[in-house]
C-alpha cells in the first residue's frame, strides 16, 4: 500500500495519522512526473491511498487512465467537503476513512471522463446556463438554467442535475431535474466556464460532453 498527501491541507489534516505509513506528500494537483514514477513501483492490483481534494483524486485517475493502471486499488482520505465522498459514500471522519482504507474492499466504479481530458471525481458544475442539455436521447434542458451539474452514477453511468432559474421574483428556487445515462452533452450561448472537481476551467466553453469509460476503476468503498 502506498500512501499520497495532495497539498498543504491535506498534509496538515492527515500528517500525524499517516506517519507511520510513510506517506509521499506530493503537489494540490499531482501531475505525471509526480505519479507515475508511483506507479511503477506499485505491484498489480496494489493499492494507492490519495490524500487530498476532489481534484487531486481526479488528477491521479488520470495518470492511473493514461497509464494503463486501472487495475490499481483507490483508497480515498477526502477532504470534509468531498462531493466525491458524498457520490460513494465514503466516510470523510479522520477514523472511518483510515479503516475503510486499510481494511476496505476494493470494488468496480465507472469512470466519467469528459471530452477535454479529465475526469469527474465528484463534481463538475457550471453558473448560468441558455442552451440545451441532453442525457443520451432524453432532453434534460432548453433554455436557461441556474446551474448545470454532473456527477458519476454510482449505478453505472453518468448523472446530470439541472437546476432552473429562480422563480417568484428569486423567492423560490428553480426546478430541479435530474437524469442519469451513459453520457450527457452540453450545448450554451453564451459560453460558460466548467468548474471541474472545484477547479475553474482556463476558458468558457461553448459545448462539453461527459460520458462512461468503457472500463472502471477499483475505488475502497463500503
Known amino acids: 500500500m502506498r500512501v499520497v498527501t495532495c497539498g498543504d491541507p491535506a498534509r496538515d489534516r492527515w500528517g500525524d495519522a499517516l506517519r507511520d505509513l510513510d506517506p509521499v506528500g506530493l503537489p494540490a494537483l499531482p501531475a505525471r512526473g509526480d505519479v507515475d514514477p508511483l506507479l511503477d513501483d506499485l505491484d498489480a492490483a496494489g493499492r494507492l491511498v490519495v490524500a487530498g481534494d476532489d481534484a487531486a483524486l481526479a ?32 466516510p470523510t471522519d479522520a477514523a472511518g476513512a483510515l479503516a475503510l482504507a486499510r481494511d476496505g474492499t476494493a470494488r468496480p466504479a465507472p469512470l466519467v471522463r469528459d471530452d477535454h481530458g479529465g475526469l469527474v471525481a465528484g463534481r463538475h458544475t457550471t453558473g448560468p446556463v441558455h442552451g440545451e442539455v441532453y442525457c443520451e436521447q432524453h432532453r434534460v434542458l432548453r433554455g436557461d438554467a441556474a446551474e448545470i451539474a454532473v456527477a458519476p452514477d454510482p449505478a453505472g453511468g453518468v448523472t446530470v442535475t439541472v437546476t432552473g432559474p429562480r422563480r417568484l421574483g428569486g423567492l423560490r428556487a428553480g426546478r430541479v431535474t435530474e437524469q442519469s445515462g451513459r453520457a450527457v452533452q452540453l450545448g450554451s450561448r453564451p459560453a460558460v466556464t466548467v468548474v471541474r ?26
Open 197 to 222: 472537481d472545484g477547479v475553474p476551467g482556463d476558458r468558457p466553453v461553448s459545448r462539453r460532453s461527459w460520458y462512461r469509460h468503457t472500463e472502471d476503476w477499483r475505488l475502497v468503498r463500503p
Open 59 to 90: 488528477a491521479v485517475l488520470v495518470r492511473l487512465l493514461r497509464r494503463g493502471r486501472l487495475d490499481v486499488e483507490v483508497a480515498v482520505l477526502p477532504a470534509p467537503d468531498s462531493a466525491a465522498a458524498a457520490v460513494w459514500g465514503l
